[in-house]
Structures are given as structure tokens and as C-alpha cells.
């Protein structure tokens, strides 16, 4: 299982940036993926999480209305659109892969990727 995560960067607060998570072939179909961050300092926290069909999403309280999960199956690939990003938001972004079923979005992921840095200044 492989998860290649890119898209990170620097941007002032109020940006938006667009991360991207590359996910091996067959895992994409039979994982259901998702973004977690740390922070310096920090545990790591949930993001956002999407099931294997796409239609269902989860957010943490912390990003809803900022931050948009998507896939895209033709490329196997995983996204989170992020705008009005806020300096609480700088973090290392992994993504993961967790087993579910086809409408879930798991409580656990057992497939992670390298992290990706956001960092939003004031």
C-alpha cells in the first residue's frame, strides 16, 4: 500500500491551497482514505475522511466550511481543497487508508503516507 501526498506549502492567512494524495491502485478501491495533521508540539488530529464511493464525508468541527474532501477514481487520487486557511491550520498533512465498508468512513486507518507541510502565516 502506497500513499504519496503532495500540495503543501506556504500562504498567507485567508489562502486556500490544494492537497493531493496519490494512492496505489487497488488500495484506492478497497480503502476508504483520509487526512489527518500534526502540529509542532501537537498530537495528530483527524481532518477529514472519505468512503470508498465518495458520497460519504466527515470533517472535524475545527475545518467545516473551510475544507472540502473529494477522489477522483479515474486517477486514484484523493484531495482536500482548503481555503480561508488559518495559522491554527499550519501543520504536517499525512493522508492514510483505512478498511470500510463501501458508504463508511472509518474510525481507524492502518495504511499511512509521508506528510506534507502547510504552513499559513499572519
Known amino acids: 500500500v502506497q500513499l504519496q501526498a503532495s500540495g503543501g506549502g506556504m500562504v498567507q492567512a485567508g489562502g486556500s491551497l490544494r492537497l493531493s494524495c496519490a494512492v496505489s491502485g487497488r488500495t484506492f478501491h478497497t480503502h476508504a482514505t483520509g487526512w489527518f495533521r500534526q502540529a509542532p508540539g501537537k498530537e495528530r488530529e483527524f481532518v477529514s475522511g472519505?468512503?470508498?464511493?465518495?458520497?460519504?464525508?466527515k470533517y472535524a468541527d475545527t475545518v467545516k466550511g473551510r475544507f472540502t474532501i473529494s477522489r477522483d477514481f479515474e486517477k486514484n487520487t484523493m484531495f482536500l481543497r482548503m481555503t480561508d486557511l488559518k495559522p491554527e491550520d499550519t501543520a504536517v498533512y499525512h493522508c492514510?487508508?483505512?478498511?470500510?465498508?463501501?458508504?463508511?468512513?472509518?474510525?481507524?486507518?492502518?495504511?499511512w503516507g509521508q506528510g506534507t507541510l502547510v504552513t499559513v502565516s499572519s
Open positions: 472519505i468512503s470508498r464511493s465518495g458520497q460519504t464525508t
Open positions: 492514510a487508508a483505512g478498511r470500510a465498508s463501501w458508504m463508511a468512513v472509518p474510525t481507524e486507518f492502518d495504511n
